[in-house]
């Protein structure tokens, strides 16, 4: 399939206009997908287990300089830097997750570990070379060549970029391959293949591709289940529309992941 062109005007519009309640929702049906103490308010999908792993993977030591790319409402800054004492910048092109993620750091006292940037990675100017950087979920928003060039000229020499993304597991028709891109703002769907290989070519080593594909199945069941189930206390909480445009999108996904088609993996890797 033709890989479209990136475009973070219609990436903001999804989070500022059309879904603004996926805070409410999360904290409303997450902690019962993930289970017991594995929900810390992340949006992307993956416990606090593998989102810890990512962080251990990167091994970057306390005091590392970390980017955080599509940061969201900084859950996933909040967690990281406190489970490793990492300095996080996130940055983020929709505002309404930013004026949440402000609120967040406020209300867990970490204004001097993770400062908040409302702007494009692309475009954005930093005063050093990070440590590291990463994304959970976000990455799938952009063109995968251009961004790991970018993260490449972010990163210091030895830096460590690391994801958690879906990935393509097998060949999608058109109307799949409309739904997982058009229909999330999103150019393309990469496999863990083509992933690596983009990465070798923007000057990274790859050193870990981690599988989480089983998981990744079993929480993507449960969320549309869940989502059902809780309808009224959704529309309550945000809007018949919300409830709609959401429940839609996460049941294309569901569909394709369970028809042996897309996966998630934990991809790391070392700036040469």
């Not at 594995?38 to 005091?63: H, T, V």
């Not at 402000?102 to 692309?122: D, P, S």
């Not at 923007?202 to 989480?212: H, N, R």
Request: charged residues 25%; aromatic residues 10%.
């Amino acid at each position: 399939m033709k890989t479209e062109n990136e475009d973070f005007t219609a990436v903001a519009q999804l989070y500022d206009e059309e879904m603004p309640g996926n805070n409410l929702v999360h904290d409303l049906i997450y902690p019962e997908v993930y289970g017991q103490g594995e929900y810390i308010g992340q949006f992307s999908d993956n416990s606090a287990a593998e989102l810890r792993l990512m962080g251990s993977a990167m091994k970057l030591p306390p005091g590392s300089t970390v980017l955080d790319i599509g940061c969201g409402t900084a859950a996933v800054a909040s967690f990281l830097a406190g489970e490793f004492g990492w300095r996080i910048t996130g940055i983020d092109v929709a505002g309404s997750p930013l004026e949440k993620a402000r609120g967040r750091i406020t209300a867990t006292g970490q204004q001097e570990t993770i400062r908040l940037v409302h702007g494009n990675v692309y475009e954005q100017e930093f005063d050093e070379p990070f440590d590291g950087a990463y994304g959970t979920g976000a990455f799938c928003h952009f063109d995968a060549a251009r961004l790991f060039a970018r993260c490449r000229e972010l990163l210091r020499p030895g830096g460590s970029l690391a994801f958690l993304e879906r990935v393509r597991t097998g060949e999608l028709d058109e109307r799949e391959w409309h739904s997982l891109t058009t229909a999330w703002a999103c150019p393309s769907v990469y496999s863990t293949g083509e992933y690596t290989e983009l990465l070798t070519e923007a000057g990274f080593a790859v050193t870990e591709c981690l599988d989480l594909t089983e998981t990744f199945r079993d929480w993507q069941d449960r969320s549309v289940t869940v989502r059902h189930r809780l309808r009224d206390r959704i529309v309550a909480l945000t809007s018949e529309e919300y409830f709609e445009t959401s429940t839609r999108l996460a049941d294309y996904e569901n569909a394709v992941t369970k028809a042996g088609k897309l996966g998630y993996a934990l991809v790391v890797a070392d700036a040469r």
